[in-house]
């Protein structure tokens, strides 16, 4: 079974400054897709970037990229130039390729990110 | 528009009684879910259904069934409801031709068992 590990429980980062919350998993597959969700005080799950194992050119959206080292299986989370509305709740998840329909998402604990003026 | 919809969004009860939460998605999407967020934010898959089909069933207590009328639709019943049900729900709605089976969540509801 996969699991996915947030080391984080909570972090800190003043206004328009970068921050990295990291993410690291355990799988046995070689095919899979890593994601990171935001869930701010509304609850409501977003997604805020993806990627594809078979990828090497880590994903980026606006402010948020990631850095994805498969051999280490890592997927740590890079927000630049953070904004108060980044203050959230951060969870990375894991799904597998090989499960055709049957699409679950494995979740780490989550961090919970703070932004300060 | 309101991509995954979820009825109620609060739902307080006492022990013992039985209660539904609905899910509807207008994505056009094939497969839906029901996850639970516990107390401490984690987050675990129930349910998946494909099609109509059920395709995840996780370990959870009889007392939970999940119903899929039509694609578009999937409910959450809990009989004979307990203090440890309290959580949120989220229904979650993806497409099995969409790359990386991307999930777009509702906006769970939060039921207190008292």
């Known amino acids: 079974a996969q699991t996915v590990t947030q080391s984080q429980p909570e972090m800190s980062v003043q206004e328009a400054e970068t921050v990295t919350l990291s993410c690291t998993y355990d799988t046995s597959e070689s095919d899979y897709y890593l994601f990171w969700y935001k869930q701010p005080p509304s609850r409501q799950m977003i997604l805020v970037i993806r990627?594809?194992?078979?990828?090497?050119q880590n994903a980026t959206e606006n402010r948020f990229s990631v850095n994805f080292q498969k051999a280490a299986k890592s997927f740590s989370l890079k927000i630049s130039d953070s904004q108060l509305g980044d203050a959230a709740m951060y969870f990375c998840a894991y799904r597998s390729a090989n499960t055709g329909t049957a699409s679950k998402l494995t979740f780490g604990t989550g961090t919970r990110l703070q932004v300060t003026l | 528009d309101t991509a995954v919809s979820q009825t109620p969004k609060y739902l307080v009860t006492q022990m013992g009684n039985d209660k539904s939460i609905k899910c509807e998605q207008n994505l056009g999407h094939d497969t839906m879910y029901w996850y639970k967020q516990d107390s401490k934010k984690f987050l675990k898959i129930m349910f998946s259904y494909n099609n109509k089909e059920l395709i995840i069933n996780e370990t959870v207590p009889n007392r939970f069934s999940p119903k899929s009328p039509d694609k578009a639709h999937l409910n959450l019943h809990i009989n004979s409801l307990e203090l440890g049900d309290s959580a949120v729900y989220f229904c979650?709605?993806?497409?099995?031709?969409?790359?990386?089976?991307?999930?777009?969540f509702g906006p769970g509801t939060r039921l207190t068992v008292t």
């Open positions: 990627q594809e194992a078979y990828k090497q």
């Open positions: 979650a709605s993806s497409h099995s031709k969409t790359p990386a089976y991307e999930q777009y």
